[in-house]
């Protein structure tokens, strides 16, 4: 039995390997396929986390190390995650309109980090959990994500940063949302890479929490919206 669990260790490791290399070459094709062939032998049960989510993280961690990453790479990466979702959804139906009521929620870059792929696959997972995403993109500044929550009723708002540089500036949001007495109401998700480097920033810039990766985001987020419903 632990000589079969070493070898699926060492297998899910090359095939790991192999996504990656296929995922920064933008052979998406050739990425699904090895993962049709994986689930093929393995069920689906076990695919996001024993193989999406730590290509996922491998590729994040490229995306923020390399300055010649491309946004063609970082399509890539996103599209195939929903990819993915799609083949465990219509095998487990598991991804569908009756898992919960579809609740808003509202991500986006804080002002002036523009690294959109964390953000991107945060969404792709809140959806596959039935949460209604209002994406606001790059750059987004704390008037901004307030405004939309406010608008849409969003318990929830999830700010991305990539580097401490722009990190710091959610200190902004959560500023304004102290300002305008919505602290009870309205509750901050944080997220990207500089936080598992530096998980104290979290309190530094006035998180409520966070999560390891995009996989277990919609858990955060859903603890957040009860807790957000519980205090307003």
Known sequence: MENRIIDKEKMNKNLHESLVSALLNVDRPLANQLVDDWIDVNGVDGVMIEIVNPVLEIIGEK????????????????????????????????????????????????????????RKLVGIFLRAKGWEVYDLGVDVTAEKFIEKALEVKAHVIGASAMIYSTAVNIKKLREEINRRGLARKLKLAVGGGVFKLRPELINEVGGDGTAESAVTAPEIFEDLWNESTKEG
């Open 63 to 118: 995306y923020q190390k390399r300055k010649d990453f491309s946004l063609a790479q970082a399509y890539v990466a996103g599209k195939f995650a929903e990819d993915i979702l799609n083949k465990v959804a219509s095998q487990q139906k598991t991804i569908t309109d009756d898992i919960a009521p579809k609740r808003p929620v509202v991500i986006g870059n804080i002002e002036d980090d523009y690294h959109p792929l964390g």
